[in-house]
T-cell receptor, first 119, second 116 residues
Framework: AQTVTQSQPEMSVQEAETVTLSCTYDTSESDYYLFWYKQPPSRQMILVIRQEAYKQQNATENRFSVNFQKAAKSFSLKISDSQLGDAAMYFCAYRSAYLLGNYGQNFVFGPGTRLSVLP | ETGVTQTPRHLVMGMTNKKSLKCEQHLGHNAMYWYKQSAKKPLELMFVYSLEERVENNSVPSRFSPECPNSSHLFLHLHTLQPEDSALYLC???????????????FGAGSRLTVL
């Protein structure tokens, strides 16, 4: 079974600075998807970024980018020019690329990292 | 309304009460999910419904009963809950295609449940 680990329960960053959140995962599969979700105090989980494992190029969405190291099974999230609105819980998630049988499942979430942004 | 809507946002109930959580998705998705989010624990998948099958997690106690009358609505019926069931219950939906895990989950804002 796949597992997702986020080793930093809490982090803080100064406004306008850059912060990197760590995520590692364990899998024997070669093809899969990785996600970062953000959960602000409003509680609604929002997709931040998605990475296909077969793509070597790191995904980027505005100020958010990832460093995907497939061999190391590492998927870190970099937030540039941090803003107060970035304060939230961030969850890393894994999903198999090929779902056999009971499709609609198999999202595996990490325990989350709480990010504080200091003014 | 757009996205995934959950009601109520907050619910306080006694251990002998019967209540229901409601989820509605306006995205035309074909799969819906219930997740439980407790403090200091990873998200726990409780139930999945798709057009073709309902998937249950066998570790979910029978005091939680899901209902999916159509592809847009999902309920979680609650009865004789325990204080440890207090948590944030998140509904999500996705558009699934057999054989691929490409699609993302879209979440609702959750229902905060407190069992006294």
């Amino acid at each position: 079974a796949q597992t997702v680990t986020q080793s930093q329960p809490e982090m803080s960053v100064q406004e306008a600075e850059t912060v990197t959140l760590s995520c590692t995962y364990d899998t024997s599969e070669s093809d899969y998807y990785l996600f970062w979700y953000k959960q602000p105090p409003s509680r609604q989980m929002i997709l931040v970024i998605r990475q296909e494992a077969y793509k070597q190029q790191n995904a980027t969405e505005n100020r958010f980018s990832v460093n995907f190291q497939k061999a190391a099974k590492s998927f870190s999230l970099k937030i540039s020019d941090s803003q107060l609105g970035d304060a939230a819980m961030y969850f890393c998630a894994y999903r198999s690329a090929y779902l056999l049988g009971n499709y609609g499942q198999n999202f595996v979430f990490g325990p989350g990292t709480r990010l504080s942004v200091l003014p | 309304e757009t996205g995934v809507t959950q009601t109520p946002r907050h619910l306080v109930m006694g251990m002998t009460n019967k209540k229901s959580l409601k989820c509605e998705q306006h995205l035309g998705h074909n799969a819906m999910y219930w997740y439980k989010q407790s403090a200091k624990k990873p998200l726990e998948l409780m139930f999945v419904y798709s057009l073709e099958e309902r998937v249950e997690n066998n570790s979910v106690p029978s005091r939680f009963s899901p209902e999916c009358p159509n592809s847009s609505h999902l309920f979680l019926h609650l009865h004789t809950l325990q204080p440890e069931d207090s948590a944030l219950y998140l509904c999500a939906s996705s558009q699934e295609a057999r054989g691929t895990g490409a699609n993302v989950l879209t979440f609702g804002a959750g229902s905060r449940l407190t069992v006294l």
